[in-house]
């Protein structure tokens, strides 16, 4: 233990000692119960004579903040009143999804599924398994493309959806985000422009800016993108590339029809412009034909295409995937190595075993149907408490876009929603240019709350509505 | 199963199906024993009749690609031969530390320390316990900043080593790499410099310049940076912050003096120059007086400390920390949450519960034990087997640095090492600026092999080293 001193300074060092080990216990640094370095060794360690530190122990022993063992240790007391109260003090997750921190609030603001669902002994079972039959194989350096079993089992799941990627062009990451970092890095640096869906996955704006990206929205109707201005724009701002969601997007739960995806993806090759294609929700489909993926329409090498386990597994598992081709790849793979992105090892073998005995198939089987039932609730307990706002019901994926009657000013809805035990996610977070007419949207999760508290929820939430009237 | 067609090709659409199942089957990314949709579904799904997906299984049926089941189900057949080969094709890895390519190697290449010690089972029978008390607690998203139960571990150990860190500024990351990219984002954009020591850890040197920022290298004497050239630095380059690695430093091995510390410190508060503090190996010292973390001799603010469980507990847990102040610390948390570096919860959980329940601290006990003796076990070798190199045995960590008498051509000494068995680290890649006087030097790695296969390892290197003059 080295206790910072100043030989120089007129307070006596055993006063020193004795100040700073009652700031660390008073701080609860130094918990209950920890044991304190034998006084002859902490005078070594702080090159003292042994009496200056007994002196500063015995005073704090004769205070109740330290106490003596049998054998001649010295402990932190087990009985101290501390300033600090135990526990995480309440200002401190600042997470917009910890909705624990209210208790009974109805959360539809996340980004996620339900991870209740999610079979978490078996994943141990798993973990188990593999650890006695490889022990040394879970605990090395992590291979930064990722682990190859979790690879070639993605590489099956994806063939399964009629996407052909070998697991050579795989590369696990840690989610979607980690994706976005690692492409924009790839691909533009500070003052280049990214062009991105309005409204679109608002952590991806965040990030682009942040990166000190330029942003620019491109308008969508109920198709997808608008075409004519998709080049126009495209000519205009020459982005480096274009992040696009084609499946359920977030946060307006469309999806991109069949002829624009061929035709966006034609019209990008002309232009040599690279997409970044995020499935992430991939295969989560209530009904209607599912639609091709823009990575099977394109040349090789125009389209990074990703997809993630958060959602419909478990965001806490922090774990998706990118396929790339070519030099790309290569240069995604080295920037991952560098920016620190590999992912711990024990958790991709579990994650593998998990995908790849069938046990995926059936969680996502599972899944869909529980969150069809979600969503068909929450239309009807819309339609009866919000007769008003107007909404399409989505196909597939998690998320409502709810249009208001009349724009609502974002902090006293959230506070109005706050008071009443509900939450949302105001509409304007996800425009790259918010307008006074984007104030009249909210996005509702419908697939990660309880079913019971659906019609709770949407009930909570037209009496906040009516409270900002 | 969303099969690409072109419905304007000659080659009938039952054949497109047919080619592109055969395809997948052949790559392995239709596994054997695969479920294929009915072709009632398929028809449905692609937009075609029956007939046309009936005549596509039907001829791969009697190909033996395909075969059917009592009930009805059509699936990959279990048996057939395929032109891929099982498992990873061995130019896949291309990791330098995946040892395992060629049997028998034996690795002082690598950075971390020895993960065979690393109680797994003990591991995951806390995150059993852990996911009983608290179900959804490990599933949900992550805080960025991390568990709040790890970062109040993490301060109890910091404490122990005289190191007052409060769990609100601590941050926790999956290892040293991210924390060089968050303080890389945060302090400094493109064309900036920073300044590390020379020679320092490859892969910051490697990041930086990834990052577009210019890195100026430090000299160093046997204390540590020499003070004059520092000052002299700074006011020519006017780097954003400078990475230091005060303990056992990465790869030497040898310590800042505890009087360079102090004045290092006090003259880069006067210049305003932050500094990050990368104590890879913290408590893993095998002799000698521990020294003060630059961060306790510093200002509130001036130092962001970080250190990481991958060197001391498993590379592949992904696991470590950084502590910051005021502003900054706000800015590298949102930082962190924006570019994906969050990590698993139900790992941070489960390292939580081993770091604060003793383990740990036997844990290092026992690991510095066994280093001890490797070191010591590799020196003996050394004087053995290469009585003209030189070097100074370290009092911790887990690198020897040994000087050749006289430089030697990588490419030529890497590849007389695979040829003999042996892998080590050039030095010339922990060089800035290398010079040919910088090739007579390479980083060993002693506490990573088992015991016996140090000796065996260093006659090798010893043959290798007659090879190459």
Known sequence: MLIPLDRDADTPLYRQIETWLRKAIDADLLAPGTRLPAARVLARDLGLSRITVDAAYAELISEGLLETRGSGGTLVARAISRR???????WVSGHP?????????????????DDSLFPFPAFLRGLKTRHREAPSG????????????????????????????????????????QVLTLTANALASGGDTVLVEEPTYAKAIALFRALGLKVVGLPCDAQGPVLEQFQGLVEAHRPRFAYLIPNFRNPTGSCMSASRRRRLVALAEGLGLPILEDDYVGGLRYEGQPLPALRTLARPGQVIYTSTFSKLLAPGLCAGFLAAEGPLLERLRTMKGLLGFSSSRVF???????????????????????????????????????????????????????ELPSPCHGATLVAACVRE???VAFGEDFYVDPLPTTRKFMRLNFAMSPTESIPVGIERLARALRQTR
């Open 138 to 177: 879970l605990l090395g350096f992590p291979d930064p493309a990722g682990e190859w079993s979790l690879r070639t089992s993605i590489a099956h799941i994806c063939a399964c959806q009629g996407l052909l990627l070998p697991p050579e062009e795989i590369l696990i990451t840690g989610g979607s985000q």
């Open 84 to 90: 600090r109260p135990a526990g995480q003090p309440t």
């Open 97 to 113: 999804n910890h909705a624990e921190e209210q208790p009974g609030i109805i959360d539809f603001s996340g980004g996620g599924g």
């Open 348 to 402: 991709q073998c579990g994650l593998a075993d998990f995908v790849g005995v069938g046990s995926y198939r059936n969680h996502i089987r599972r899944s869909a149907r529980l969150f069809r039932k979600r969503r068909d609730l929450m239309c009807a307990a819309l339609a009866q408490h919000l007769p008003a706002a107007r909404f399409t019901r989505p196909t597939g994926g998690l998320f409502l876009w709810v």
């Open 421 to 423: 035990g509900v939450r």
